[in-house]
């Protein structure tokens, strides 16, 4: 049973550079949202996704892209790494939001990313 | 918009010593509340989640919560604390706005367990 599986764990980038986090769940969940975690700040909504073809933008988006177009996976994109986002990212999925609150959210072990 | 507030950023307590880590919420008619704990190097896995009755929530590996509607209040207790508890715990709000819940996070609380 994989839950929420992310790739890769570690990355190193340098400025300017773009690349794609990989998230996959295989529980079916429609719902699913990145956050970063930064020391002594908690964790941070960047977007999240209520279910495929549907994105929106959380508390800190700039600098990143979702796209969601199959239920399975929700890639993050960085279009041109800066060194403020140097952070862990960690993908997680819940069943639904739609009319049922207070669902568990499922998370993956996270991305270290660190931009020189 | 919900927020929390987890007053302790670090908690050092002794084994088989008691702990409580405190959370505020801000007031809203109905909430829904959430303790995450996320163990060295690891994702983050649901403790516990109140949701409505009981004010006393019971989670996994001996945690339990009380849900405090007075006092805006949601703290995490343990009575007796093993090294394996070392790890940080973030206490979250249900948001729901715009038609989708969303999770706030606090800014966690440091539990180290020593021996």
């Known amino acids: 049973n994989a839950g929420v599986t992310q790739t890769p764990k570690f990355q190193v980038l340098k400025t300017g550079q773009s690349m794609t986090l990989q998230c996959a769940q295989d529980?079916?969940?429609?719902?699913m949202s990145w956050y970063r975690q930064d020391p002594g700040m908690g964790l941070r909504l960047i977007h999240y996704?209520?279910?495929?073809?549907?994105?929106d933008q959380g508390e800190v988006p700039n600098g990143y892209n979702v796209s969601r177009s199959t239920t399975e996976d929700f890639p993050l994109r960085l279009l041109s790494a800066a060194p403020s986002q140097t952070s862990v990212y960690f993908c997680?999925?819940?069943?639904?939001?739609?009319?049922?609150?207070?669902?568990?959210?499922?998370f993956g072990q996270g991305t270290r990313l660190t931009v020189v | 918009a919900q927020s929390v507030t987890q007053l302790d950023s670090q908690v050092p307590v002794f084994e088989e010593a008691p702990v409580e880590l405190r959370c505020n919420y801000s007031?809203?008619?109905?909430?829904?509340l959430f303790w995450y704990v996320q163990y060295p190097n690891q994702g983050l896995q649901l403790l516990l989640k109140?949701?409505?009755?009981?004010?006393l929530v019971k989670g996994i590996n001996g945690f339990e919560a009380e849900f405090n509607k007075s006092q805006t209040s949601f703290h995490l207790r343990k009575p007796s604390v093993h090294i394996s508890d070392t790890a940080e715990y973030f206490c979250?709000?249900?948001?729901?706005?715009?038609?989708?819940?969303?999770?706030?996070f606090g800014k966690g609380t440091k539990l180290t367990v020593n021996p």
């Open positions: 996704s209520v279910g495929a073809g549907i994105t």
């Open positions: 979250a709000v249900s948001d729901y706005q715009g038609g989708s819940e969303k999770l706030v």
């Open positions: 997680a999925s819940s069943l639904s939001t739609r009319g049922l609150l207070g669902t568990e959210a499922f």
């Open positions: 007031s809203s008619v109905s909430v829904y």
């Open positions: 529980m079916n969940h429609e719902y």
């Open positions: 109140y949701l409505s009755g009981s004010t």
